[in-house]
């Protein structure tokens, strides 16, 4: 009888793991979602242009910065997924206020260093899930806040104001284009 010693096994057990995650990185093999139809196509188009028009025509006309690199992302979830919780009014709000919020007082608190970034987009990932308030694309604004080194009239001018705009815009859009209500919630 031939005994295996505990490094052996232990060995065994780290290839077995190597295996699994090389299988895991296969995917699963399920199909590609559904093709869009050419309206929701033309739809999630024209909603994404009059928002940021909106945005970045105020912007213009009342010399306030309004514009925020994300509001693209969150118009993706908006006007092409509407229905998601992650485009409801909460989390936009809530998730851009959150999420910015954060990455001003790490800036603050720690400066701009390359740890103090990742604390700001983990604490803003956990702050947002913690408030039912995830807004995917608003997990960017610590970096962009990081990268900009803004004062705090940022979290208004353009993080809330940026993002209540877009949510009017989507408000009276979505409404108007679609039979189903939007929002789902508030």
């Not at 995650?21 to 559904?34: M, R, S, V």
């Not at 739809?43 to 994404?48: C, I, K, R, V």
Request: with cysteine; hydrophobic share 45%.
């Amino acid at each position: 009888m031939v005994r295996q010693s505990n490094s052996d096994t232990g060995n065994t057990r780290k290839t077995a793991s190597r295996i699994n995650l090389f299988e895991k990185l296969k995917g699963d093999n399920t199909k590609l979602p559904p093709k869009h139809s050419a309206k929701a196509i033309i739809l999630a188009w024209l909603g994404g242009f009059l928002a940021i028009s909106a945005v970045a025509l105020l912007s213009n006309t009342y010399s306030v910065p309004l514009v925020l690199g994300s509001f693209g992302a969150s118009c993706v979830l908006v006007f092409g997924f509407p229905d998601v919780p992650f485009s409801q009014p909460r989390n936009v709000l809530g998730g851009h206020f959150l999420s910015s919020f954060v990455g001003l007082v790490c800036l603050t608190l720690f400066g701009a260093t390359w740890w103090s970034v990742a604390i700001a987009v983990g604490t803003a990932i956990s702050v947002m899930m913690l408030t039912r308030t995830t807004h995917p694309p608003a997990g960017s604004n610590p970096v962009i806040i990081y990268l900009t080194k803004p004062v705090w009239s940022f979290l208004l001018f353009p993080t809330v104001f940026g993002a209540i705009v877009l949510i009017l815009v989507a408000l009276l859009y979505n409404n108007f284009t679609r039979e189903s209500r939007y929002p789902k919630y508030w």
